[in-house]
């Protein structure tokens, strides 16, 4: 596995690089043979607290991402380590089962950016809309949309379903469960 180890102006040391790599390579290896690639950045916040980022890129087009704070970078690697940990471990099954199903059917949307005018910018009454990258829309179940909506730590996924060919999309609603949106399955009934 590739292991990337950086800091947002925080001088990563040799300490806390070779407690990544033990703590990270062990978790990505319990769950896959060869996990790709991964990513750790540390940063320090205003509120004075480190903050490590960790993305783990496992092939498939799956990638776990978490995040935690803490007073100092080691509790706050620990604990978003012990998170993709539990995340990886609810989902290990499928996660499995995932690379021997037939690769999704792809499409790419590109987003465009509206910005309003410059009255209403300079009011703060709307926000602007900015969207800076291209996506691919998958085709999946609604299981594997979930999935990946969990290990990304995405607050949406947008999506097609296989049943039907139409785009869905699952969420994250304030109460902390998932909503489905699927426009074309109401049409079938």
Do not use: C
Not at 51 to 66: C, F, P, R
Not at 99 to 120: I, S
Request: no cysteine; charged share 30%; proline share 4%.
């Amino acid at each position: 596995m590739q292991l990337t180890v950086k800091g947002k102006q925080l001088d990563v040391g040799d300490s806390l690089r070779a407690h990544v790599e033990e703590q990270l390579g062990h978790t990505a290896t319990k769950y896959f043979r060869d996990p790709i690639e991964a990513t750790v950045v540390f940063s320090k916040e205003k509120n004075h607290l480190f903050k490590a980022d960790i993305s783990i890129h496992v092939g498939g087009g799956l990638v776990l991402q978490t995040h935690h704070e803490a007073d100092d970078p080691y509790p706050a690697f620990d604990i978003a380590a012990k998170a993709a940990g539990k995340r990886l471990s609810k989902y290990k099954d499928k996660l499995r089962d995932h690379r021997k199903t037939e690769p999704e059917e792809v499409m790419t949307a590109a987003y465009t950016t509206l910005r309003g005018d410059e009255d209403e910018a300079e009011g703060g009454n709307e926000p602007a809309v900015v969207a800076e990258m291209e996506t691919q829309v998958l085709t999946l179940a609604v299981s594997d949309a979930v999935m990946r909506l969990e290990l990304g730590d995405m607050p949406a996924l947008m999506f097609r379903n296989p049943s039907h060919g139409g785009l869905n999309m699952v969420y994250r609603r304030k109460d902390g469960n998932i909503g489905w949106v699927d426009p074309d399955g109401l049409k079938k009934k």
